[in-house]
Protein backbone atom coordinates (compact mmCIF):
# COMPACT_ATOMS: atom_id res chain seq x y z
CA UNK A 1 0.00 0.00 0.00
CA UNK A 2 1.60 3.38 -1.28
CA UNK A 3 1.69 6.20 1.33
CA UNK A 4 2.65 9.91 1.78
CA UNK A 5 6.46 9.39 1.70
CA UNK A 6 6.56 7.13 -1.39
CA UNK A 7 4.52 9.87 -2.68
CA UNK A 8 6.20 12.76 -2.26
CA UNK A 9 9.67 10.62 -3.34
CA UNK A 10 8.27 9.66 -6.73
CA UNK A 11 6.74 13.30 -7.06
CA UNK A 12 10.07 15.07 -5.96
CA UNK A 13 12.10 12.93 -8.88
CA UNK A 14 9.90 14.12 -11.61
CA UNK A 15 11.01 17.53 -13.45
CA UNK A 16 10.22 20.91 -11.73
CA UNK A 17 9.00 19.68 -9.06
CA UNK A 18 9.37 20.70 -5.22
CA UNK A 19 7.55 19.99 -1.88
CA UNK A 20 6.14 23.05 0.08
CA UNK A 21 3.74 23.28 2.73
CA UNK A 22 1.41 26.30 1.42
CA UNK A 23 -1.26 25.84 3.56
CA UNK A 24 -0.51 24.10 6.59
CA UNK A 25 3.02 22.92 8.48
CA UNK A 26 1.15 19.67 8.49
CA UNK A 27 0.03 19.77 4.88
CA UNK A 28 2.88 19.11 2.36
CA UNK A 29 1.97 19.79 -1.31
CA UNK A 30 4.19 19.00 -4.57
CA UNK A 31 4.04 21.13 -7.23
CA UNK A 32 5.74 21.84 -10.75
CA UNK A 33 7.01 24.89 -11.27
CA UNK A 34 4.20 26.97 -9.65
CA UNK A 35 1.55 24.95 -9.54
CA UNK A 36 0.18 22.00 -7.38
CA UNK A 37 -0.46 18.93 -8.30
CA UNK A 38 -0.80 16.42 -5.46
CA UNK A 39 -2.17 17.44 -1.85
CA UNK A 40 -1.20 15.18 0.37
CA UNK A 41 -3.79 15.24 3.66
CA UNK A 42 -5.72 12.56 5.88
CA UNK A 43 -9.34 11.42 5.18
CA UNK A 44 -10.81 9.76 8.33
CA UNK A 45 -8.00 7.66 9.76
CA UNK A 46 -6.14 7.57 6.41
CA UNK A 47 -3.93 9.49 4.65
CA UNK A 48 -5.16 10.15 1.16
CA UNK A 49 -3.87 12.72 -1.48
CA UNK A 50 -5.79 14.89 -4.15
CA UNK A 51 -4.95 14.74 -7.63
CA UNK A 52 -5.73 16.57 -10.69
CA UNK A 53 -8.03 14.22 -12.77
CA UNK A 54 -9.45 14.61 -16.68
CA UNK A 55 -13.29 15.61 -15.71
CA UNK A 56 -14.24 12.89 -17.77
CA UNK A 57 -12.49 10.27 -15.78
CA UNK A 58 -13.36 11.35 -12.88
CA UNK A 59 -16.81 10.07 -12.52
CA UNK A 60 -15.38 6.67 -13.67
CA UNK A 61 -12.77 6.60 -11.51
CA UNK A 62 -14.90 7.31 -8.47
CA UNK A 63 -17.44 4.54 -10.02
CA UNK A 64 -14.28 1.75 -10.08
CA UNK A 65 -13.35 3.07 -5.82
CA UNK A 66 -16.42 3.93 -4.99
CA UNK A 67 -14.96 4.08 -1.08
CA UNK A 68 -11.50 5.67 -1.90
CA UNK A 69 -11.82 7.89 -4.98
CA UNK A 70 -13.82 10.77 -3.53
CA UNK A 71 -14.44 14.15 -5.09
CA UNK A 72 -11.54 16.49 -4.55
CA UNK A 73 -11.95 17.76 -0.90
CA UNK A 74 -11.83 21.46 -1.20
CA UNK A 75 -10.87 21.30 -4.80
CA UNK A 76 -12.81 21.73 -8.36
CA UNK A 77 -14.92 18.65 -8.12
CA UNK A 78 -14.76 18.29 -11.85
CA UNK A 79 -11.31 18.49 -11.80
CA UNK A 80 -9.69 16.81 -8.79
CA UNK A 81 -10.31 13.60 -7.13
CA UNK A 82 -9.01 12.53 -3.39
CA UNK A 83 -7.89 9.10 -3.26
CA UNK A 84 -7.64 7.18 0.08
CA UNK A 85 -4.60 5.79 0.59
CA UNK A 86 -6.38 2.39 2.67
CA UNK A 87 -4.94 -0.29 -0.30
CA UNK A 88 -8.19 -0.46 -2.13
CA UNK A 89 -6.61 1.68 -5.23
CA UNK A 90 -3.57 -0.11 -6.28
CA UNK A 91 -0.21 1.45 -5.71
CA UNK A 92 0.52 1.19 -9.23
CA UNK A 93 -2.73 2.71 -9.82
CA UNK A 94 -2.29 5.47 -7.46
CA UNK A 95 1.00 5.76 -9.24
CA UNK A 96 -0.72 6.35 -12.42
CA UNK A 97 -2.81 9.10 -11.50
CA UNK A 98 0.39 11.10 -9.44
CA UNK A 99 1.76 10.92 -12.92
CA UNK A 100 -1.25 12.27 -14.83
CA UNK A 101 -1.88 15.05 -12.34
CA UNK A 102 2.16 16.23 -12.71
CA UNK A 103 1.53 15.86 -16.81
CA UNK A 104 -2.18 17.78 -16.63
CA UNK A 105 -0.71 20.06 -13.91
CA UNK A 106 2.53 20.82 -16.28
CA UNK A 107 0.77 21.18 -19.43
CA UNK A 108 -1.29 24.70 -17.92
CA UNK A 109 1.96 26.12 -17.09
CA UNK A 110 3.18 28.86 -19.04
CA UNK A 111 5.45 28.20 -22.10
CA UNK A 112 8.26 29.75 -20.24
CA UNK A 113 7.71 28.53 -17.03
CA UNK A 114 7.81 24.60 -18.49
CA UNK A 115 10.60 25.52 -20.25
CA UNK A 116 12.77 26.75 -17.29
CA UNK A 117 11.76 23.52 -16.15
CA UNK A 118 13.88 21.08 -18.76
Given at each position: ?????????????????S????????????????????????T?????????????????????????????????????????????V?????????????????????????????
Open positions: MINHEQLIAIGLGKAGALQYPFDPNLPVLFVGSKMFALLGRGTHESVNLKVVPEEAWLTRQQYPDAVLPGYHMNKKHWNTVVLNGTPSDEVLDMLEQSYRLVRNKLTRSERDSLE
